[in-house]
């Protein structure tokens, strides 16, 4: 709490504010929901992964939210779950940083994780394994919803489902924020993904893997039919 104290009264550099308030607005996004998303620098790689070590806020709006959840992310490098994950991991306590990437939120109607390579049979070189929800992401990134899962082939795109018994899916208010809505009795049963996204997703994986040159643990999103990639790591 006190790292987040001297973080957020510090003077932000006037020409970081005077880019972040100016790429807003070019792009037309001042009353529009953002994500701040943290991601460390260097470190977070194949060899060690800060995922869900750093903050990260959702539909914020307006230079005032944007540039506190800002601070925020660059605490939360130094909490005591992220130092303690340092210590662990050898890495240094000097010289850390975060990046901050802010992104238009997605009003998704479905979203996921991919991965490249199936990361429970890691034998498995054929296929790669998607999970997804009805609504927003955080559902199963938090644990809090059950996903169905896919797995597709690299090559033939065969197709093999596992669905999950549904229930709830969480989708944004209009005033910001989540609300869990209960699905009605099609969408409990019927699969959260159709099989050209299902394909499109599985053929973004192998892409993003083939660019990075390193098997891909990513998040997506689907609104009124496209899809966005959130992000992606090794």
Same mark, same amino acid.
């Given at each position: 709490?006190?790292?987040?104290?001297?973080?957020?009264?510090?003077?932000?550099?006037?020409?970081?504010?005077?880019?972040?308030?100016?790429?807003?607005?070019?792009?037309?996004?001042?009353?529009?929901?953002?994500?701040?998303?943290?991601?460390?620098?260097?470190?977070?790689?194949?060899?060690?992964?800060?995922?869900?070590?750093?903050?990260?806020?959702?539909?914020?709006?307006?230079?005032?939210?944007? &540039?506190?959840? /800002? !601070?925020?992310?660059?605490?939360?490098?130094?909490?005591?779950? @992220?130092? =303690?994950?340092?210590? %662990?991991?050898?890495?240094?306590?000097?010289?850390?940083?975060?990046?901050?990437?802010?992104?238009?939120?997605?009003?998704?109607?479905?979203?996921?994780?991919?991965?490249?390579?199936?990361?429970?049979?890691?034998?498995?070189?054929?296929?790669?394994?998607?999970?997804?929800?009805?609504?927003?992401?955080?559902?199963?990134?938090?644990?809090?919803?059950?996903?169905?899962?896919?797995?597709?082939?690299?090559?033939?795109?065969?197709?093999?489902?596992?669905?999950?018994?549904?229930?709830?899916?969480?989708?944004?208010?209009? &005033?910001?924020? /989540? !609300?869990?809505?209960?699905?009605?009795?099609?969408?409990?049963? @019927?699969? =959260?993904?159709?099989? %050209?996204?299902?394909?499109?997703?599985?053929?973004?994986?192998?892409?993003?893997?083939?660019?990075?040159?390193?098997?891909?643990?990513?998040?997506?999103?689907?609104?009124?039919?496209?899809?966005?990639?959130?992000?992606?790591?090794?």
């Amino acid at each position: 709490k006190r790292v987040q104290e001297l973080f957020l009264k510090a003077q932000l550099p006037e020409a970081i504010k005077s880019t972040i308030v100016d790429q807003i607005s070019t792009r037309g996004l001042e009353d529009t929901f953002l994500a701040v998303r943290s991601s460390g620098l260097d470190e977070d790689s194949a060899d060690n992964s800060f995922a869900g070590q750093f903050s990260s806020y959702l539909f914020q709006k307006g230079w005032e939210q944007v &540039e506190t959840s /800002l !601070k925020l992310c660059w605490a939360s490098a130094f909490s005591e779950r @992220a130092l =303690s994950y340092r210590v %662990e991991r050898g890495l240094p306590l000097s010289g850390i940083r975060v990046g901050v990437v802010i992104q238009k939120m997605v009003n998704a109607s479905s979203a996921g994780v991919v991965f490249s390579r199936h990361p429970i049979r890691v034998m498995d070189r054929d296929n790669v394994l998607i999970s997804s929800v009805w609504g927003l992401g955080e559902g199963l990134v938090s644990g809090e919803l059950d996903s169905d899962n896919f797995e597709s082939h690299r090559t033939s795109h065969e197709v093999v489902s596992d669905l999950a018994d549904k229930t709830h899916g969480l989708y944004q208010k209009s &005033e910001g924020g /989540l !609300k869990s809505i209960e699905l009605d009795g099609a969408k409990k049963q @019927a699969p =959260s993904l159709s099989p %050209e996204e299902i394909k499109a997703i599985a053929e973004l994986s192998i892409k993003l893997e083939e660019t990075f040159d390193a098997p891909q643990d990513s998040e997506f999103a689907i609104e009124e039919g496209k899809l966005y990639l959130v992000q992606t790591r090794p």
